[in-house]
């Protein structure tokens, strides 16, 4: 038998990466490689890259050079750059980064075996072509680094909202979505070989859409009528596109995951509107009503961009303001990183100081964290049925999982074993984890 050759793939960036390198890891399984976690004996090696800060760009470029080592000690070594760095930045990546041989964008995995034989015979190989229908909806996707109990599931690609300052969908293409039975033959698969939780992916998911007319609340219904054991979560909302449809379909069903990640990136509406994000204030707000009458114990996070163009101080305090009227559970912080081609690079200037960038986003930072605090201490005495994941970082005795609200939560061991769900009263806590004794 022909031995396999060994696939090393790191992944930067959001989930929907993720998600994409397990696809890129069916496609090379498929073409005689098996995935390695030992870099040392690759023959190959992809970044699965991100754009969406320069930071993001720096680590990979950090990355690469370090890949030069392996390739001096294995001369036949190739080295791919996927994903969204790779569509941004095209055959200026392989000028400037000479040792990378392959460069391929989020649309063109198919071609990866192709692309493969074009760098062997020593030539560079690129394909950055973004598709109108591509969703990779036939390939099952290769769990890596999976713990068997939840997994993720592309539901759709691209975005075509155009926030002002967003690179992703120039690097990311036009909105699609997968075929439905595909979706619910692959979480009803994941179900029966013993996962417990699936997260629906996608960079909008509110405006999913399939050609047969499935909206993303029926899709949910279809995902969440697989098994009520089966735990369902979906990312990332565009609040725009909350419905209360979808609202009403996760009251619905207890399977549905009590947690909701709504973006808000600013409490300004003179910031929204440089933003493009076409919702103000007050009707984000109306959305957080919303969720609470339907669902009223569902958590809810959200992603801030701080010091975005002409911000001004009364600006910033009206995210402090609106962080503390919402009473987030979770933030993503970020100071606002300029992206060329982007509305916002165009239009506006980035002349936020980056002192006060830094300022800003340590206020943020520092009221999430009492918000977070507060959120968890009032747990304190309820129970939750916690799905577990892990034996806990801290304790090989303690036994980590979350609960339908996406906060998590440790405790013993005892007989419980990953893939169980447990009833948990808690008993105390830190800012990022609830602490707590088994119920019978
Ligand atoms: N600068 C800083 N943060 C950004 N995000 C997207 N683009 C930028 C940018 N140019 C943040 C947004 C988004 C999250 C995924 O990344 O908050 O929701
Ligand atoms: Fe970027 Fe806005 Fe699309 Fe999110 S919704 S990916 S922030 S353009």
């Known amino acids: 038998m022909e031995t396999k050759r060994k696939l090393y793939i790191e992944t930067y960036g959001c989930q929907m990466n993720f998600a994409d390198s397990q696809i890129v890891g069916s496609i090379m399984t498929e073409n005689n490689f098996e995935t390695t976690g030992n870099i040392a004996e690759a023959d190959l090696i992809f970044v699965n890259t991100c754009s969406i800060r320069d930071h993001a760009e720096k680590r990979v470029r950090a990355r690469l050079q370090e890949f030069k080592r392996y390739k001096k000690n294995k001369p036949g070594l190739i080295i791919g750059v996927l994903g969204c760095m790779a569509e941004r930045l095209k055959s200026q990546l392989i000028e400037e980064e000479k040792m990378v041989d392959l460069i391929v964008g989020p649309d063109a995995y198919r071609d990866l075996p192709r692309l493969l034989s074009v760098a062997e015979s020593g030539q560079k190989a690129i394909n950055v072509i973004l598709s109108a229908d591509e969703t990779y909806a036939d390939i099952n996707p290769v769990r890596l680094d999976s713990n068997g109990i939840s997994a993720f599931i592309s539901i759709m690609r691209g975005c075509e909202n155009f926030c002002s300052y967003c690179v992703v969908p120039f690097t990311r293409g036009k909105e ?260 707590g004794e088994v119920i019978d």
């Open 176 to 435: 699609r979505s997968r075929d439905p039975e595909t979706i619910v033959k692959e979480a009803t698969e994941l179900f029966e070989s013993g996962y417990r939780e699936v997260t629906l992916l996608g960079q909008n998911v509110n405006s999913y859409n399939s050609s047969d007319g499935t909206g993303f609340a029926s899709l949910m219904a279809k995902v969440a009528a697989v098994n009520p054991l089966l735990r369902v979560r979906f990312a990332t909302s565009h609040p725009k596109d909350l419905s209360d449809e979808l609202l009403g379909t996760m009251a619905a069903y207890p399977n549905i995951c009590r947690s909701i990640h709504l973006p808000v990136q600013s409490g300004s509406d003179t910031v929204l509107k440089r933003m493009n994000r076409k919702y103000n204030r007050e009707w984000y707000l109306g959305r957080i009503a919303s969720i609470r009458k339907f669902i009223p114990d569902c958590t809810i996070s959200t992603d801030i961009i701080t010091g975005f163009c002409g911000e001004t101080e009364e600006e910033h305090n009206e995210t402090l303001s609106l962080m503390n009227q919402v009473g987030y559970e979770y933030a993503f912080m970020f100071k606002y990183s300029e992206r060329e081609g982007t509305t916002a690079a165009k239009k506006f200037t980035d002349d936020v100081p980056e002192e006060i960038k830094s300022r800003r986003l340590k206020e943020i930072i520092d009221l999430q964290q009492e918000l977070s605090t507060k959120s968890n201490l009032s747990d304190i005495g309820k129970t939750f049925s916690v799905l577990v994941e892990n034996v806990s970082k801290k304790s090989s005795s303690e036994l980590s999982g979350r609960n339908s609200q996406n906060k998590v939560v440790v405790f013993r061991k005892d007989e419980f074993k990953p893939g169980d769900y447990v009833n948990v009263r808690i008993t105390s806590c830190t800012p990022a984890t609830l602490k």
